[in-house]
């Protein structure tokens, strides 16, 4: 899955793109992305994301003895992607629990040409926990965490 380069990733406000560029590894026998891998295009963009906010999550999970784990996922496919295209994926915080948070990411085909708009490939909503990593029981995000997060409703920076 790879091929992303981080200093083009972008909009570090409440929407975030992370570039993805489709490789063999990432298509099936017809040549079109494996439907799962869209969850791993997304799961690459929301660490990026939270990278991008300062947030490492190994250190946060030595330091602050939890980490965020998937608990749900609804995901609605449109087109297909296909080998070498470039994509970008999204990610922006829907809604903010006391110990998840649930976050809309899509994946578009980005434009090739200048006028051209991005073409929504799949969308889909994340739901992830944060869990004590000893007991993997669900406890309160951190403030910290929280006091960098983008939250719905919080102006564009």
């Known amino acids: 899955m790879g091929g992303s380069d981080p200093q083009s990733g972008g909009a570090w406000g ?7 560029r489709v490789y063999w590894e ?25 990278r991008g906010l300062g947030i490492q999550q ?10 965020f784990v998937v608990t749900d996922t609804q995901v609605r496919y449109l087109r297909p992607a ?17 110990a998840s ?7 578009l085909l980005k434009a ?4 051209e708009t991005d073409v929504l490939l799949c ?18 995000i951190p403030t910290a965490v929280l006091d960098v997060m983008p939250l719905p409703g919080s102006p564009i920076t």
Request: hydrophobic share 40%; glycine share 10%.
């Open 112 to 115: 090739q040409q200048v006028g």
């Open 101 to 107: 948070l649930t976050i809309r990411q899509s994946a």
């Open 26 to 50: 990432d298509t099936d026998a017809g040549g079109i992305v494996f439907y799962a891998n869209y969850l791993k295009f997304f799961e690459r963009a929301r660490t990026e994301w939270l």
């Open 82 to 98: 296909r080998l070498d295209d470039l994509l970008l994926v999204t990610a922006r915080v829907l809604e903010v629990g006391k």
């Open 58 to 67: 190994q250190r946060l999970r030595e330091e602050a003895g939890g980490m």
């Open 14 to 20: 409440q929407h975030f793109n992370w570039p993805v």
């Open 123 to 140: 969308e889909g909503s994340i739901r992830i926990g944060w869990v004590n990593t000893a007991t993997m029981r669900p406890q309160r």
